[in-house]
Every structure is written in C-alpha cells, then in structure tokens.
C-alpha cells in the first residue's frame, strides 16, 4: 500500500487529489497538510511514501520545504503538483529528487498514471535484490506504455477538455446544471454531460433529478 500525504493549501485541490487516490487500489491518503510547516511535523510522526506537493504556499513554499526533507533525509519521496511552470521551479524541483511534476491547471488522468507509474516502479524495485540494465530501461527509466494504456479515458473524452472542465469545477461552489456548465465552458450540453458522468463516476461529484411542471428530470450537479 502507498501511502500519500497531499502538501496543498486550496482546499478545493487537496479534496480533488483526495478523491482521486481514494478510487486508486493500492494507495492511501495518509493525510492532508495545508502547510509545510504542518506537513513537516506530520512526516516527524507517521511513515509515508510519497508526497503531493503544491510549492506556492503561505510561509514556507514547496521548494524550500522539499530541501528541508533532503536534508532531515526522510525516506519520502515528492510528486509536484503546482502552478510554478518557470524553468528554475522545476530544475529546483528534479535536482531535489522529485519523482515527476505536473502543472496546474493538471490533467486528471495525467496525475492518475503518475501515481500509478510510481506504484509499478516502487514494486518492482522492491521486488528485486538487484536489477539488469534492461529491466532499468524497460521499467524504470521509460515510460510503461502499458500503464499508460491502463489509464486511458473513457470512449469519447478528452483530456485538455477534462482539464478544463476541472479547471471551471474548482471555482464553482453551488449546485449546477448541464446547461449552465455548458454555457461556461462553450461545449454543448451532450459532451459536458459525459465529463460530469465521468466526475461523478470517480467520486468527485454527485448529481440529483428534480423534475419539473413537464416532467423531464433535471440534473444538478454538486461536489460530494
């Protein structure tokens, strides 16, 4: 089992990446800091395998509180999961041993198969004394295309328009209907209605049917 501590000060964020690793086998939300001053005294007091790192955070940021984790060699390792997309951030990020880095506003899917890239990765390096070369390449140092495949969207969705439509979800805080999303986004209410499925389908949303005076369900959709 892995176990995660997600480092993330919107709240919004940190209960999506939640929702994520919780419909993921193998994985473990060990917890949630909003803080690094917060996450470095929960990783004092609990064993966990991989951070979620945000590096724009009030007080101490990201960078700094991965050095700090260097230093007091913890035996964790970071995912970055940030808006920082300048070139000195994520050289920063890598030379500190970050397993990978996604930019925000990220791909849902493209988290999903970090997280479980790491997974195959951390197994079969644990399952092994010792490695050959072409296990090394085959494995660790390239991409597994059959994780990739795996991790696949839905027929019919796609992921800049997942990535978007997740984008809009984070700033939206009541109820909402297909049609109004819609009208947000500029896709037609058929195609938003299949992300929608697709977000209720991982936990991330939920929907309810009110019916009106003609008798034709409406759906409002609202973060669970």
């Known amino acids: ?73 913890c035996p964790v390792d970071v995912l970055v999961v940030s808006a920082a997309r300048d070139s000195n951030s994520i050289q920063s990020a890598l030379r500190n041993g970050a397993v990978d880095y996604l930019i925000k506003p990220f791909d849902f899917e493209r988290l999903r198969q970090a997280l479980q890239a790491y997974a195959n990765r951390s197994r079969l390096i644990r399952s092994h004394e010792k490695l050959t070369q072409q296990e090394l390449d085959g494995r660790i140092l390239s991409k597994d295309h059959s994780d990739a495949d795996a991790t696949q969207l839905p027929k019919g969705l796609d992921r800049h328009t997942l990535a978007m439509i997740s984008t809009f979800l984070q700033e939206i805080n009541e109820p909402f209907t297909t049609e109004e999303l819609s009208r947000q986004v500029g896709i037609s209410r058929v195609s938003v209605r299949k992300y929608l499925d697709y977000f209720c389908d991982i936990g991330y949303l939920e929907k309810e049917a009110s019916y009106g005076a003609v008798g034709r369900p409406v759906f409002r959709y609202s973060k669970c």
């Open 1 to 73: 089992m892995t176990r995660i501590l997600i480092v993330e000060d919107d709240p919004m964020v940190a209960n999506l990446n939640s929702r994520l690793i919780q419909t993921m086998e193998g994985f473990e939300l060990a917890g949630i800091a909003s803080d690094a001053k917060e996450a470095l005294s929960f990783l004092a007091e609990n064993t966990v395998d991989l951070i979620l790192l945000d590096i724009y955070m009030p007080g101490m940021n990201g960078l700094e509180m991965l050095s700090r984790v260097r230093e007091m060699k």
